[in-house]
């Protein structure tokens, strides 16, 4: 399957059809962890879907190998309805596994590739991050998320952490369509209109947290979010978003506020584990799971989630109106046999 566009056509049809939220898809495994459960990935993204989320990140960094990662991706493409857009992560240990993934995607037709560096990566200016990225869009036609964090470290090149002059440059790229913004820590929205006023004439510049979506909608007139893992509150995102691109500001925060206990468990468990530079994955799994996914933990190394940690995410949900399953010890198996 083609791309349904070409190199030219990126930046348009960025601005012109990506509306709403990406959210994430987890791998699922078999009972013994020594395989994809492909009718649990493919209930996955049919549920995204049905829940009227824009399109999933397939989530790398999640316990796959590189030959199941691209099994994972190919399945995802088979599996996504009509209008249904799939992500792929471009997160590897090398390059050339960054390449490989991208031109993969390119090859399945899938809409975008999600930008990350290796840890390897050390660069020592600037020029060197658009260099790398240059590297990577010039061996495909994918369009690019670009990702601006300072989950990659490069903090020492700006406060921020991620040089702004580099996104700048970045953002130009022929195929970047759009850039997730994460930096600058405490001063994440004078960073974001900073970053915002440098690079938005050429893409989408988002923040995908979802508590800052009507802010971003009414401020400067964001209309797609991602990649996140939205799914924890299930259709209420998408429902929050689309009203937000409506001009429906009033029903918008209807919704926004409807879920803010869940909101406010979320991000109490997610202050657990702040500065590990990286994300409870399997806290991510349950939390999918309440809301009809397949759930299953993923394959090991990965954080631990303790019963207390899902005892307060289940009270946040409920005192959300959730309808919620009965039995945690559900999660484990998976929702799909």
């Known amino acids: 399957m083609a791309l349904p566009y070409t190199r030219g056509e990126i930046k348009d049809r960025a601005r012109n059809e990506w509306t709403g939220g990406c959210n994430v898809t987890l791998p699922?495994?078999?009972s013994d962890f020594s395989g994809l459960h492909e009718a649990a990935i493919r209930h996955d993204i049919a549920h995204a879907a049905r829940l009227g989320y824009w399109g999933t990140l397939v989530a790398s960094e999640s316990g796959t190998t590189a030959e199941e990662y691209r099994r994972f991706l190919e399945i995802a493409v088979d599996a996504a309805p009509r209008d249904f857009r799939?992500?792929?992560?471009l997160s590897s240990d090398t390059?050339?596994?960054?390449v490989t993934i991208a031109r993969l995607a390119e090859t399945l037709?899938?809409?975008?590739g999600l930008l990350s560096y290796p840890p390897s990566f050390r660069p020592r200016s600037a020029a060197d991050i658009v260099a790398w990225t240059k590297a990577v869009t010039d061996a495909t036609n994918l369009a690019m998320i670009l990702f601006g964090a300072s989950t990659w470290g490069f903090k020492p090149l700006h406060p921020a952490g991620f040089p702004v002059e580099a996104l700048e440059e970045m953002s130009r790229i022929e195929t970047a369509a759009a850039l997730k913004y994460e930096g600058g820590g405490p001063a994440l929205m004078s960073s974001f209109a900073e970053v915002h006023a440098r690079c938005g004439e050429h893409v989408i510049v988002q923040n995908p947290m979802e508590q800052h979506a009507p802010a971003l909608s009414r401020g400067y007139g964001v209309r797609w979010w991602g990649t996140s893992g939205y799914e924890a509150f299930g259709?209420?995102?998408p429902q929050m978003m689309s009203a937000l691109n409506s001009g429906e500001f009033d029903k918008a925060m209807e919704v926004f506020w409807s879920y803010h206990p869940g909101?406010?468990?979320k991000g109490a468990f997610h202050a657990t584990f702040s500065g590990a530079n990286l994300i409870h994955r399997n806290g991510w799994k349950y939390l999918g799971w309440l809301q009809g996914f397949n759930g299953g933990l993923l394959r090991m190394p990965q954080m631990r989630l303790l019963p207390g940690q899902m005892k307060a995410l289940r009270a946040g949900?409920?005192?959300s109106g959730y309808d919620l399953p009965d039995d945690d010890a559900d999660f484990y198996a998976g929702r799909v046999q």
């Open 28 to 30: 699922s495994f078999t």
């Open 86 to 89: 799939i992500v792929a992560h």
């Open 95 to 98: 390059f050339e596994e960054t």
């Open 109 to 112: 037709g899938a809409e975008a």
């Open 235 to 237: 259709a209420r995102v």
């Open 263 to 265: 909101r406010e468990a």
């Open 317 to 319: 949900l409920a005192a």
